[in-house]
C-alpha cells in the first residue's frame, strides 16, 4: 500500500513541483491550497507526511501546524515545512520535522526531506515536538 502525503501550498507551480516528485517516488498525493483545506481533506484522508507551505491565505502554515499538534488523530504526523530563505519561518517553526526552502533546488530538499522524516526507526529530532 503506497504511503500518502498531503501537499499544501497557494502556489500552483510549488504544489505540483512537490506533488509530481512525490507521485515519482510511489506516494498517493493529495494537495490543498490554504490549512483550512487541507484539514477539510483530514477527514476523508490520513496521510503518512504533509509538506506545507507557510505563507498562504485564509489559514496559514503555523495556524495549520497548531490544529494538526492539537488533535490527537494528526498530531504524530511528520510535517516539512515549505517556506522562502528569507521569511524566517524556518527558526520559528520547531513543531516541523524539517524545513525546505522554495527558493534552492526543492528536489534534492525533498529527497532529503522524504528520507529523513519517513525513514523506518526515525525518531524526532531533539527539541521538536
Do not use: W
Request: glycine share 6%; aromatic share 4%; net charge negative.
Amino acid at each position: 500500500m503506497p504511503l500518502v502525503a498531503l501537499v499544501v501550498d497557494d502556489s500552483m507551480l510549488i504544489r505540483h513541483t512537490v506533488c509530481r516528485f512525490l507521485e515519482e517516488r510511489g506516494f498517493d498525493v493529495e494537495s490543498a491550497t490554504n490549512g483550512r483545506e487541507a484539514l477539510d481533506m483530514l477527514h476523508a484522508v490520513r496521510p503518512d507526511l504533509i509538506i506545507t507551505d507557510m505563507q498562504m491565505p485564509q489559514m496559514d502554515g503555523a495556524q495549520f501546524i497548531t490544529v494538526l499538534k492539537s488533535n490527537p488523530e494528526t498530531a504524530g504526523i511528520p510535517i516539512v515545512v515549505l517556506s522562502g530563505r528569507q521569511s524566517g519561518f524556518d527558526g520559528k517553526e520547531d513543531r516541523a520535522h524539517y524545513c525546505i526552502y522554495k527558493d534552492i533546488d526543492i528536489e534534492t530538499q525533498l529527497e532529503k526531506a522524504v528520507e529523513v522524516t519517513l525513514a523506518p526507526g526515525k525518531t524526532k529530532s531533539a527539541g521538536r515536538s
